[in-house]
């Protein structure tokens, strides 16, 4: 029984419905994904009423998903947060999230000018990777800590 021990343990580090950190950072990413699959398709089908609406309707209407979704998949949070708590701290960690890589993005333009399209958005998806990170850690040790 001894030597299965370490197997069974390096099993439990792969059982995603626990709260350890691996299994919530991979529902994390899982809700990533889907919230930008929302944005995706809400700014494609508001485009025509204009950029901005669109933008501005899908990161609100995606943004609220994200939230809630990392309240009770993610953080399984439910019970201890209440909804408009939840959207409220969440919601405010990703608009600095959102003013960050904006900052971020703006330096690269200045002291870059001349920098491609490819590089640009190579800095944009590890910046962005960063704030995620950040916002992983806050979301699971803030906001919805046990």
């Known amino acids: ?7 069974l ?5 792969f059982d995603l419905r626990g709260n350890h ?9 899982t809700v990533g994904v889907v919230s930008n699959i929302v944005y995706f398709a809400l700014f494609v089908a508001l485009r025509p009423e204009g950029a901005m609406t669109a933008n501005l309707v899908g990161a609100a209407v995606s943004t609220a ?7 009770r ?8 947060v209440g ?3 939840a959207q ?18 703006g330096a690269l333009e200045i002291g870059f000018p001349n920098a491609s399209a490819t590089t640009a958005g190579a800095f944009v998806i590890a910046v962005g990777a960063a704030v995620g990170g950040v916002r992983f850690l806050l979301l699971r040790g803030w906001v919805f800590a046990a």
């Open 65 to 71: 998903l994200a939230n809630e979704l990392h309240r």
């Open 21 to 29: 950190a691996f299994a919530q950072l991979v529902r994390f990413a």
């Open 1 to 7: 029984m001894l030597v299965a021990e370490p197997a």
């Open 88 to 105: 409220w701290e969440s919601g405010g960690l990703a608009i600095a999230g959102l003013l960050t890589s904006s900052v971020a993005l």
């Open 83 to 85: 909804w408009l708590a």
């Open 73 to 80: 998949v993610t953080f399984g949070a439910a019970h201890r």
């Open 9 to 13: 343990r390096q099993l439990r580090a």
